[in-house]
């Protein structure tokens, strides 16, 4: 079966970029109709999307992260990746990849501190 | 944009008793299905329900989802020890994805 696993540092400098790549494995990042997904928890807090790109390439990004975000899609190594600049205190999360409603990757905690 | 709005935050019940736990959408089209995730502590979340009534592969039949309108449902018929978590619901199937904002079942 599909499943996801996230990868990336765990430990980010305040205004640097964070980047994490959800690894794809038991089937195609190419297959049409799903939404490759970046979700985050806060913590104590509740999911909150980042984006997603869909199967056709199309992305959306929450509203709230749109001018830091970035999501792409390399479908040679089928992995999604994202890119969140100029991070903060406030990134540190949960990160969460997901072939949404499912499979999602176990969770990559990310830290932002000097 | 839509937004979706569990009830109750929190709900506190004892094992064997029922659950029911709302989430209302603002607005959903023809394309929109909603889905029912269980998260524990230290874990991802967990689909329970898909396409607002479907049960999960391995999902046991006390957990059930419905839907009126707008308004969806998650039902656990009756509570074991391992359900008390907190249950997330989100939208998808049309742009954005969107999430509530939970509801904790807790032990009474």
């Given amino acids: 079966q599909v499943q996801l696993q996230e990868s990336g540092p765990g430990l ?4 640097q970029t964070l980047s994490l790549t959800c690894t794809v494995s038991g089937g195609s990042i190419s297959s049409g109709g799903y939404y490759w997904s970046w979700i985050r928890q806060h913590p104590g807090k509740g999911l909150e999307l980042i984006g997603y790109i869909y199967y056709s390439g199309n992305t959306y990004y929450n509203p709230s992260l749109k001018s830091r975000v970035t999501i792409s899609v390399d479908t040679s190594k089928n992995q999604f990746s994202l890119k969140l600049s ?12 997901a072939r949404v409603p499912e499979p999602w990757g176990q969770g990559t905690m990310v830290t932002v501190s000097s | 944009e839509v937004v979706l709005t569990q009830s109750p935050g929190t709900l506190s019940l004892s094992p064997g008793e029922r ?8 607005q959903i ?4 299905y909603l889905a029912w995730y269980q998260q524990k502590p230290g874990q991802a979340p967990r689909l329970l329900i898909y396409g607002a009534s479907i ?10 989802g419905s839907q009126s309108g707008t308004d969806f449902t998650l039902t656990i018929s009756r509570l074991e020890p391992d359900d008390f978590a907190v ?3 989100q939208l998808y199937g049309s742009s954005p994805l969107t999430f509530g ?3 904790k079942v807790e032990i009474k």
């Fill in chain 1, 12 to 15: 980010v400098k305040p205004s």
């Fill in chain 1, 86 to 97: 100029s991070v903060t205190a406030a990134d540190t999360a949960v990160y969460y990849c």
């Fill in chain 2, 19 to 26: 659950a029911t736990l709302s989430c209302r959408a603002s």
């Fill in chain 2, 29 to 32: 089209f023809s394309s929109s």
């Fill in chain 2, 55 to 64: 049960r999960a592969t391995g999902i046991p039949d006390r957990f059930s």
């Fill in chain 2, 87 to 89: 249950y997330y619901c």
């Fill in chain 2, 101 to 103: 904002g939970g509801t």
